[in-house]
């Protein structure tokens, strides 16, 4: 897959400002969801599994 | 001396404290999300066509629209919940959570709208930034929301929390039609609506349409996740004020 990007960019015109509109999307996903795991673990330790409504 | 549990039981509170949002369905979504936005990236970058007119800045079009749409559902899911809390029926904090769950993913997700926007215009206006009417009224809906969620984290009960901030996600939402329809109204520079136009070919179509179906996947995600989190915050905060009033009434009946 990363062969079949790095030829399909090197034609791609102004691929800094397409490119980075891929890279923005995915890592402000990345980073919420970073964010959400760090949170979650920390209230984790603080309510038991069998208190949880979900497991 | 030590019991140790079963290898079983060891692994699975183990597990419950490494994914503590995590269901069997939850892990088949996320695993869906993946498998879409890698197929999203494959088909946007390496196989759809280039525009006949913008060139390869289309590409934009497969990750930006699809952005907008996540914060329009977003804000308008905050909308529909808050109501569900409101009214006297079906009033819950589950609905308030989901509220605000919803809110930010909705305010992530307008927030890399502008970014994704700003990227695009570059290439087709040659500026970053201009103060249409499309691009004004989506900033300010994002300062909206980022307020919404300075609402919620003001003190109080939780019960006093969802109030307020349920009747102001019902004020918020107003803007939602406003900035979707401002392309209509006042004739900005951001161009209007391509896809009912017919300017797309089968597989930009294509290619939007994975965008739309992955992005709406990973909201329920986001959200399903998001909510849980909030859940636990809860009754954490409740523990505390639980043991709180527990300690004052033992220091009353000393």
Redesign the interface.
């Known amino acids: 897959?990363s062969a079949?990007?790095s030829?399909?960019?090197g034609d791609?015109?102004?691929?800094s400002?397409?490119?980075?509109?891929?890279v923005?999307?995915?890592g402000?996903?990345g980073l919420?969801?970073l964010r959400?795991r760090v949170?979650?673990?920390r209230?984790?330790?603080?309510?038991p599994?069998e208190?949880?409504?979900?497991? | 001396m030590t019991i140790a549990a079963p290898a079983s039981q060891t692994t699975?509170?183990r597990s419950?404290?490494?994914r503590?949002?995590s269901?069997r369905f939850s892990r088949g979504l996320g695993t869906a999300v993946l498998a879409g936005?890698?197929t999203l990236?494959?088909l946007?970058?390496?196989v759809s066509p280039?525009d006949r007119i913008q060139?390869?800045?289309v590409?934009?079009l497969y990750?930006?629209v699809p952005?907008a749409w996540l914060a329009y559902l977003a804000f308008i899911v905050t909308a529909v919940s808050s109501a569900a809390y409101l009214f006297r029926r079906t009033r819950s904090l589950a609905w308030d959570r989901i509220a605000g769950a919803s809110a930010e993913?909705g305010v992530?997700f307008m927030?890399?709208t502008l970014?994704?926007g700003s990227?695009?215009g570059?290439?087709t206006w040659g500026t970053y930034w201009v103060w249409d009417s499309r691009l004004t009224t989506t900033a300010f809906l994002l300062v909206t929301y980022i307020g919404y969620l300075a609402v919620r984290g003001l003190g109080g009960s939780h019960h006093q929390r969802a109030r307020r901030s349920a009747v102001l996600a019902l004020l918020a939402v107003l803007e939602v039609p406003l900035v979707h329809f401002s392309v209509r109204w006042w004739r900005p520079l951001h161009q209007g609506q391509s896809v009912r136009n017919g300017e797309l070919s089968d597989l930009m179509l294509f290619t939007l349409f994975t965008g739309l179906v992955t992005f709406t996947l990973?909201y329920v995600w986001?959200v399903l996740?998001?909510q849980?989190?909030l859940?636990?915050?809860d009754?954490?905060a409740d523990?505390g004020l639980d043991a709180a009033l527990a300690e004052r009434q033992r220091e009353g009946g000393q």
């Open positions: 897959m079949l990007l030829w399909s960019l791609i015109d102004n691929a400002h397409v490119v980075g509109t891929y923005v999307v995915l402000g996903i919420f969801v959400m949170s979650a673990r209230s984790a330790e603080r309510v599994p208190d949880r409504p979900w497991t | 699975s509170s419950a404290l490494r503590p949002t269901t936005l890698v990236v494959v946007g970058l390496a280039d060139g390869d800045a590409r934009n990750i930006h952005s993913v992530l927030a890399i970014v994704t990227l695009w570059r290439i990973l986001l996740h998001r849980r989190v859940t636990m915050d009754m954490v523990r």
